[in-house]
């Protein structure tokens, strides 16, 4: 599967970010559109495998699907650049500034909307029949799936913000997880493996994804679903936006670099069998060129 050994891919993910923040605003609006309308045809894709076979962890399987394809074309999400671009701050890298990282934040949130926006459009259309007729089993599904977690949680006031947030918490620590793994391989079905399962526990746990509720919430308003564009922002999109970001950068961003990239070396005296272990130092290998770092 030719692995890539951790400090080799701490560096990668670091490079990934640097190239995020200097990548064209032309780009980085394609790359991130691109990104929110496939992942949003996954989260549609899954739904209707559940609705149509009563097996939600069927669907949960397949849904990494569309998590793979946009990352192997290059395609990025607001969940991923929360994770990798900060990484390039924190490494100082030259011309890297906290405005540059705001940037691509806010390039890549407005890319993705606007993607899975326009997906929501074409499946409320696909699920009236133009809107000529009542939603489909799937259309109902979604309506309920935004009532659910929107009301639902508001139902329970600070308590049920706090489940929102750590649900967007633990979500991203997956998906994140995800979004390194396709960097532990340099093969294609190495990346597809280790994309496929953080991202499935992801899906089949109900954690909040900021870019799949972009397509999940608004399909659901549009299908007659009983919560309103308030209830979807203040009741999810922002919290998950806000437990995403913690998620990603503590549990997966910052874990890793602290651990495989800015390792300390040993201290203390060396076992008395190996005298050379105690000046060995556990740096890890070089960091890889720039060309070896999928953006």
């Not at 923040?21 to 929110?36: E, K, W």
């Not at 949003?40 to 069927?58: K, R, S, Y």
């Not at 691509?104 to 326009?118: D, I, Q, R, S, Y």
Request: net charge neutral; with cysteine; charged share 10%.
């Amino acid at each position: 599967m030719a692995y890539v050994t951790p400090a080799e891919f701490a560096a990668k993910m670091i490079d990934a970010g640097e190239a995020k923040v200097f990548m064209s605003t032309r780009d980085t609006l394609i790359r991130s559109f691109m990104a929110g309308a496939i992942l949003a045809l996954a989260a549609a894709f899954a739904v209707t495998i559940t609705v149509n076979t009563g097996q939600p962890l069927l669907g949960a399987l397949l849904f990494p699907v569309g998590f793979c394809m946009l990352y192997l074309m290059g395609f990025d999400l607001l969940t991923g650049v929360f994770t990798l671009v900060p990484l390039a701050l924190i490494d100082r890298r030259p011309g890297v500034t906290a405005r540059g990282v705001l940037r691509n934040w806010g390039l890549v949130f407005v890319g993705n909307f606007a993607g899975a926006l326009v997906v929501a459009v074409f499946m409320a259309i696909t699920f009236t029949a133009g809107f000529s007729e009542d939603p489909n089993p799937v259309g109902q599904k979604l309506g309920q799936i935004g009532e659910s977690r929107t009301v639902g949680y508001a139902a329970h006031g600070a308590a049920g913000m706090l489940t929102l947030f750590v649900r967007a918490v633990m979500c991203n620590w997956m998906v994140s997880t995800g979004v390194v793994g396709a960097m532990m391989s340099t093969s294609v079905s190495g990346k597809v493996i280790s994309m496929w399962m953080p991202i499935l526990v992801f899906f089949y746990m109900g954690f909040e994804h900021s870019i799949v509720n972009m397509f999940l919430f608004p399909t659901g308003l549009m299908l007659g679903g009983k919560f309103t564009w308030a209830d979807y922002f203040l009741w999810n999109e922002i919290p998950t936006v806000v437990g995403n970001l913690v998620g990603g950068l503590t549990f997966v961003g910052a874990t890793l670099y602290a651990t495989h990239h800015r390792t300390a070396p040993a201290r203390g005296p060396a076992p008395a069998a190996d005298p050379a272990m105690a000046t060995q130092d556990y740096r890890g290998s070089e960091a890889p060129s720039r060309d070896e770092c999928l953006v």
